[in-house]
């Protein structure tokens, strides 16, 4: 409204206030002009009919006239018997201000001797040679546009009420298409903050307020699944605390009523407790591993490191599976496996994956580990036959304490953060995860390291 109200301001300055003085500039410009073109033309064939031409067509009065102020140009009958001449008080004016101008031509406004009105006089030399110059004298009315004046001053008053109207209701409307939707994002964005997931974002008209819209959307989808993920950890976590207590309590009751004087059994149960105290400082400590690895990733300690022997040092550790649970790993090379890495963190991930593989092998007891490299990255990748991962949780399982199919056996220990160390570290290196798996055909896990990462 105030850009309406401004424009209209312009407006009414510009064709009422100033009005008169750009009607006289411009005719004053316009008289300046013919003058300067028929002094130009002088001398030429075409100087008489251009002058009567641009006599009649602009309506305004063109003479020659001499020394004395007589007119020599354009003359009738009559005028030969008595040739007119310009008024001794005029020609002295056009004398003195086309002398006394810098340049060979003048104009200026001069009072009408017979009329009420002012009038406009361009006076130039007509250089002669040998002979007495002539003077180029136009004249014209400077029309009084006190009648146009009033017409526009009766339309505009009409425009303005129009400009006003139509701004205010277009500010109206447009603010309404801008504030309904943010009250309404606002609206649901209180929701959110309240712990409610199931909120919409309203989009607007506008693609800012879409883009708001779908962002908040997007926040609201990691919210949710952030909140399940805090709701299965803590399933998780209450489980895989809960049963070893109960079996440390059990067996610390029957060494206490039963085993106490049988040494056998005494030992049995004393190994069983030991047993589930360590299964409660495993899950203890990789609970404090996520944090600590993040914050030690921001310095890594790179070094020229082969990946293919560093997976042969890690499955050494993996021994006892192999000589007494029964497991069948294999591991193949392909090509040159030497990167550039932190060789502590790239064995945390290689062993966080082995040991994944290994818990979800519950009957088909096999792992074939392949490490290949390329021209400008090494492939690291691991192959289980267990029982696989449905494609609604394949985006999910590198989500920190996130458990593939979310259930409590004893054969699917841990507390869900192994996955998501091996993803830290592997874009900590600028390199990338992924997983390829179907219920009931087992998985494969993989990750690429850049050969160079100075390169």
């Known amino acids: 409204m105030i850009f ?3 424009i209209m301001v312009i407006l009414w300055l510009l064709q009422i206030v100033f009005i008169n003085s750009f009607y006289k500039t411009m005719k004053t410009n316009e008289i300046r002009k013919i003058g300067n073109e028929l002094v130009e033309l002088y001398g030429t064939e075409e100087f008489q009919q251009e002058l009567l031409d641009k006599s009649f067509s602009e ?4 003479h020659i006239l001499d020394q004395n102020g007589s007119v020599v140009y354009p003359l009738d009958i009559m005028d030969l018997v008595r040739r007119p001449r310009l008024q001794g008080a005029a020609f002295t004016e ?3 201000q086309l002398y006394t101008s810098e340049s060979d031509s003048v104009v200026y406004t001069s009072g009408h001797d017979s009329l009420d009105v002012e009038t406009i006089i361009y006076g130039g030399i007509l250089e002669n040679g040998e002979g007495p110059n002539y003077f180029l004298f136009i004249n014209t009315i400077l029309e009084p546009i006190d009648s146009t004046v009033n017409v526009l001053k009766n339309q505009l008053i009409v425009i303005t009420i129009i400009a006003l109207v139509l701004s205010m209701g277009l500010s109206l409307f447009l603010s309404r298409r801008l504030s309904e939707p943010i009250a309404s994002i606002t609206k649901s964005a209180k ?4 712990g409610r997931y199931d909120v919409e974002f309203r989009k607007g008209d506008y693609l800012e ?3 708001l819209a779908d962002t908040l959307s997007q926040a609201t989808k990691e919210l949710k699944k952030s909140e399940e993920l805090r709701r299965d950890l803590i399933a998780n976590v209450t489980h895989d605390l809960k049963t070893p207590l109960t079996v440390i309590k059990s067996y610390g009751e029957m060494i206490r009523d039963i085993s106490g004087e049988n040494p056998e059994k005494r030992e ?3 190994n069983t407790i030991i047993q589930e105290t360590d299964r409660l400082g495993r899950l203890v400590d990789d609970m404090l591993d996520l944090t600590k690895i993040q914050s030690e990733l921001r310095e890594l300690k790179m070094k020229e490191m082969g990946l293919f022997e560093e997976t042969e040092e890690v499955l050494e550790r993996f021994s006892y599976f192999k000589e007494h649970e029964g497991f069948d790993i294999t591991v193949r090379s392909n090509g040159d496996t030497n990167i550039l890495g932190d060789k502590l963190k790239i064995s945390q991930a290689v062993y966080n994956l082995i040991n994944n593989g290994i818990n979800y092998s519950i009957e088909d007891k096999r792992l074939i580990i ?4 390329h021209e400008n990255q090494v492939r690291f990748s691991i192959r289980d036959f267990g029982p696989g991962i449905g494609e609604d949780e394949l985006d999910y399982i590198w989500d920190r304490y996130y458990r593939g199919g979310k259930s409590h056996t004893r054969n699917k220990t841990g507390s869900g953060i192994g996955l998501s160390l091996v993803k830290s570290i592997i874009l900590a290196h600028k390199g990338q995860v992924g997983v390829e798996s179907s219920p009931g055909g087992g998985s494969l896990f993989w990750f690429t390291l850049p050969r160079n990462l100075k390169e």
């Open 94 to 96: 056009f004398l003195n």
């Open 191 to 194: 929701g959110l903050g309240e």
């Open 209 to 211: 307020i879409d883009n």
């Open 370 to 373: 392949d490490v290949d490299g």
């Open 268 to 270: 049995y149960h004393i």
């Open 4 to 6: 309406a109200a401004i």
């Open 59 to 62: 309506g305004i009065v063109i």
